[in-house]
């Protein structure tokens, strides 16, 4: 608008240091009072529309932020709708469906663009290759990996520390197509190409052109003239280029039946696993190196790692954690157990900011972190794992492990894409970390770093979510049944390890079911029944306890022993 004709505003001398620049120009306007002319470059103006649009994507996109899937769908095709009808109807602003007038040809070196389209074409190869170069920046960063453990999981990604506001509203701000038939024609080839496969797309996007504008074209030709040789009226009729939909339709459906992952995969080469690779080696005694990132914290003496006070938490007619007090110091092994249903896994949500209490508080470090976001939570330094496991299952192992340093790393898109040296070195430094944590399962997770986390095995799942929290540099780690779906060997291997990471300097809070590893390693047991805690101390004195065995084994049973 401000390079075109559309908006003439009286002269004043206001313009005048524009007119010096070269950007507006005074105009005589018959029988009246002399109007400005703005014509600023197209040049300045195309870094300038790109931000319009992306405030435009920002403001769209925030309201929508609690959607999800196809509500966000039907809402972005909405807006899709919703706009160009706003511009076509303000023509005071837009001129309407005639578009604007006066705008004056982009220049080169004194080249002048003019009206022929073939230097726009240029332009346009050229910003097509700049944003596919962006899109490969991205994709191996901070900001590229944040954005896919979003759409994996979003409250895992919270949980790792991802901004998931924040990085969302950034992904609105990035070129999307607004027209319904472009959006289709977009799925159709990234459905062709390959999800997820810059080239894949990108090989995509030119079989559908070529074929839209090329190949159908000529076909027609083709059956024209077949038609004429057999006297046919109907095949003489025939415009293929009208069907592009129904061909789209036929590609989606045979891509879906016979190449899902499209013509170039987004291909995770990972070579097949050697004999020694695919045995696991059950180690025992813990881990034998020790971790660099991870040190114990030094607190004033008396002030407990993590402290609650009066948590209550209701869903509807339940009390799931009903007052509940308890305090962990630095450098122990905390086990909380308690029968099903007694509200372990809400107390971690709690403290994890998942769920916010609907009273009571909790101290991390001495400090009150009760309602904060989970991904601030992370940065104070409490990292946790999920009973019902929260991988980001299309991501490999490592970009999962890299996702949980999200919280300790800086790079943003700007970096991420000009890649200066800092940047470099920052990603360089969380994949030599995100190694030396994998190292921790020994010949268990090493060697499929490059495999989809969906692929692994269930208790390798289980111990990549342990990897992923503790890469994030945890001060206190909270895991919810560590063990379940191990075998009685796995266990206890990975109890071991668990003590060993405690030895470093890890505080743990541990949810388990079995009784053989809780007593094992932790230094102090807590036990929940119905919400509240009904018995707290050392392994021995708990198990001795009698309102314990009456909530594990009833109250026959207690009045037998
Ligand atoms: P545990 O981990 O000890 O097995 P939970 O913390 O998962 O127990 O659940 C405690 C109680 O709270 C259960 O009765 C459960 O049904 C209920 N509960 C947990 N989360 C929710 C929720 N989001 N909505 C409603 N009820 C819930
Ligand atoms: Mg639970």
């Not at 039907?74 to 001129?95: A, H, M, Q």
Request: hydrophobic fraction near 50%.
């Amino acid at each position: 608008m401000v390079a075109s004709t559309q908006i003439t505003p009286p002269w004043t001398d206001v313009w005048q240091p524009l007119q010096w620049l070269g950007l507006a120009s005074r105009a005589h306007v018959e029988g009246g009072l002399d109007v400005v002319h703005l014509h600023v470059s197209f040049w300045l103006m195309l870094p300038g529309a790109a931000l319009v649009a992306a405030l435009c994507g920002i403001l769209f996109g925030a309201p929508t932020l609690r959607l999800r899937g196809d509500y966000l769908a039907i809402v972005t095709l909405g807006f899709g709708e919703i706009v160009p009808i706003v511009v076509r109807n303000t023509p005071d602003w837009t001129n309407g469906p005639m578009g604007l007038n006066g705008v004056i040809s982009p220049q080169v070196f004194g080249f002048r663009f003019g009206v022929t389209s073939t230097p726009y074409y240029y332009l346009a190869a050229f910003l097509v290759a700049l944003l596919v170069f962006v899109s490969y920046r991205l994709k191996d960063s901070r900001i590229g990996r944040a954005w896919m453990a979003i759409r994996e999981d979003e409250i895992a990604a919270g949980a790792m520390g991802v901004n998931r506001t924040r990085l969302k509203l950034m992904a609105f701000s990035t070129p999307d197509m607004f027209q319904f038939p472009v959006s289709v024609m977009v799925l159709v080839m990234i459905v062709l190409g390959g999800m997820g496969s810059v080239p894949g797309v990108v090989l995509g996007a030119l079989i559908l052109q070529l074929l839209q504008s090329w190949f159908l074209q000529d076909l027609t030709q083709w059956v024209h003239a077949l038609g004429r040789l057999v006297g046919s009226e109907g095949l003489q009729q025939v415009e293929l280029v009208q069907t592009i939909e129904l061909i789209f339709g036929i590609i989606l459906v045979l891509m879906m039946l016979y190449r899902r992952e499209g013509l170039i995969p987004a291909s995770r080469t990972t070579a097949s696993l050697s004999l020694t690779e695919q045995a696991a080696m059950p180690s025992r005694g813990g881990i034998g190196v020790s971790l660099s990132g991870i040190r114990a914290v030094q607190l004033p003496a008396g002030t407990p790692m993590l402290e609650v006070l009066g948590l209550t938490k209701r869903f509807g007619g339940i009390t799931a954690v009903k007052d509940l007090g308890f305090t962990i110091d630095p450098r122990t092994v905390v086990g909380l157990i308690g029968p099903n249903g007694s509200g372990k896994t809400t107390f971690f949500n709690l403290v994890t900011g998942l769920d916010t209490p609907d009273s009571g508080r909790v101290f991390f470090m001495g400090e009150d972190i009760t309602g904060l976001p989970s991904h601030t939570i992370v940065e104070r330094g409490i990292a946790r794992t999920f009973q019902t496991l929260r991988l980001f299952a299309n991501m490999t192992v490592l970009e999962n492990v890299l996702v949980g340093m999200h919280a300790r790393t800086r790079a943003n898109a700007v970096g991420a894409v000009l890649l200066p040296p800092s940047v470099r070195a920052e990603e360089h430094g969380a994949r030599a970390w995100a190694m030396e944590v994998l190292a921790i399962f020994g010949n268990r997770l090493l060697p499929r770093v490059n495999h989809l986390a969906g692929s692994l095995s269930y208790a390798n799942r289980r111990r990549l979510e342990i990897a992923r929290a503790v890469a994030a540099r945890p001060r206190l780690l909270l895991l919810d049944e560590p063990t379940a779906g191990m075998n009685p060997a796995e266990t206890m291997e990975l109890a071991e390890q668990i003590r060993s990471l405690n030895k470093m300097g890890l505080t743990v809070l541990l949810i388990e079911h079995k009784l053989n590893v809780v007593n094992t390693i932790s230094d102090k047991v807590a036990v929940l029944d119905y919400g509240e805690k009904i018995a707290e101390g050392r392994v021995e004195e708990v198990h001795r306890n009698e309102d314990v065995i009456r909530a594990y084994l009833g109250r026959t049973a207690a009045a037998g022993i």
